[in-house]
């Protein structure tokens, strides 16, 4: 597959592309904690594929059901923009352990079960805890987690946006997509420009 911090350079500059790839690893690094929490046990990721798309270009992909999860990133300079977690709703409900006889009851458990994880107060990826970045101004909270949700989103998105998916293996395979659209990009890296030499050393 190619390298996201090469696929992100087609976008942004090198050292732009360079700084998302510092945060991107702080940002999986933290994840992973809260997964082990959750889990039992530290997942382990495989990437899948990372190119750059138009939002119509994937509206297809997500056919099946899934669950999408908002990730809302805010500045300080009162900048904001939306990036999108998406996992398919069979496998995220045997990694959230929410299988049901029923496809809909299944479908709601595994909503119920998901937004709770996300809420404040629990042990898992909280606002501000998914990344260090609230140092450097930038707030990461999460918005209500919806089904089936995603072609109807892109359908009204008009930014290009970095495509990613991959795998994430513990007691529990649960393969997952990323949305990230431009101005998402853009801002994390402006922010986080100063900070890119810290980051480095750290």
Known sequence: MADPVDVLAQLLSPQQAATLDAVGRRAWE??????????????????????????DEIQGDFGDPHLAVPVELSTDN????????????????????????????????????????LEPGHPGPQPGRLCP????????????VTANTMPATLGGLDDACLYLTANLSAAQALPIALVLPGTFLDIVAGSMASAFAELGRS
């Open 30 to 55: 933290a994840a992973a904690r809260a997964l082990q929490v959750i889990q039992g046990q530290a997942p382990a990721v495989s990437l899948g594929e990372a190119r750059l798309v138009m939002p």
């Open 78 to 117: 009162d900048q904001a923009a939306t990036a999108y977690l998406v996992l398919p709703t069979a496998p995220a409900a045997a990694y959230l352990q929410t299988e049901a006889d029923n496809p809909e009851d299944q479908e709601q458990q595994t909503l119920v079960v998901a937004s709770t994880i």
């Open 133 to 144: 970045l609230l140092q450097f101004g930038l707030i990461l909270s999460f918005d209500d």
